[in-house]
């Protein structure tokens, strides 16, 4: 089972953080915690990644539990592009030879102007 | 880094008829994945290339779908006799060798109707 769990959707004011919360209890101690965004009609788009500590890049932060049992994305500053749905994915998980990502429902981000 | 690229980005079919979909990987990677995406869900495995051997099928939704890698480059997608719950976004995503946390990188998918 790779389920995660997150809010259906969050609003934040733009130029303001974001934290996008993801429960993943029965996460293994070999699964990595993805992140990926879709903007509307546009494919997913990498954000972040991390197992244990906590990740930086130039889109996003990864702060993830000293349990491994949860997550929050952070967006440092919301604009209008930030506007997307979020996935929080534990994996990849396998299957056969494949490593899929196994999608959610994700978290609807909506930035007010 | 052109990113993956799909063909058509829409198309629009009468219900039993056969359509075959592009896709473009990012030209150094030899991973391929197939998903497909229903309103409001998020993406669902297909099916999975590395180089031309297809490692994982199992997921293809029924014998009416096939995929090909034939040259370990481009990959195409195959619906046969189409029905009205075909009608989705198909997307296709590569990503290099190596290890096993390497991010996937999407196309923009093909969005199918079925008439």
């Known amino acids: 089972d790779a389920k995660t769990t997150q809010p259906n959707s969050m609003e934040s004011n733009e130029e303001e953080p974001v934290h996008l919360p993801c429960n993943h209890s029965?996460?293994?101690?070999?699964?990595?915690i993805h992140w990926y965004r879709q903007l509307p009609s546009q494919g997913p788009e990498y954000v972040i990644h991390g197992l244990t500590s906590n990740v930086n890049n130039r889109m996003a932060s990864l702060a993830i539990a000293e349990d491994r049992k949860s997550s929050t994305l952070i967006l440092h500053r919301a604009t209008l592009r930030d506007a997307a749905v979020y996935y929080c994915i534990r994996g990849p998980v396998s299957s056969g030879s494949a490593r899929q990502l196994t999608f959610g429902s994700g978290t609807q981000l909506t930035v007010l102007p | 880094d052109t990113g993956v690229s799909q063909n058509p980005r829409h198309k629009i079919t009468k219900r039993g008829q056969n359509v075959t979909f592009r896709c473009d990987p990012i030209s150094e990677h030899n991973r391929l994945y197939w998903y497909r995406q229903t309103l409001g869900q998020g993406p669902e495995f297909l099916t999975y290339f590395q180089n031309e051997a297809q490692l994982e099928k199992s997921r293809l939704l029924s014998d009416r779908f096939s995929a090909e890698r034939p040259k370990g480059s481009f990959s195409t997608l195959e619906i046969q006799r189409t029905e009205q719950g075909d009608s989705a976004m198909y997307l296709c995503?590569?990503?290099?060798?190596?290890?096993?946390?390497?991010?996937?990188?999407f196309g923009d998918g093909t969005r199918l109707s079925i008439l």
């Open positions: 029965t996460i293994s101690g070999t699964d990595y």
């Open positions: 995503a590569s990503s290099p060798q190596g290890r096993e946390d390497q991010p996937q990188h």
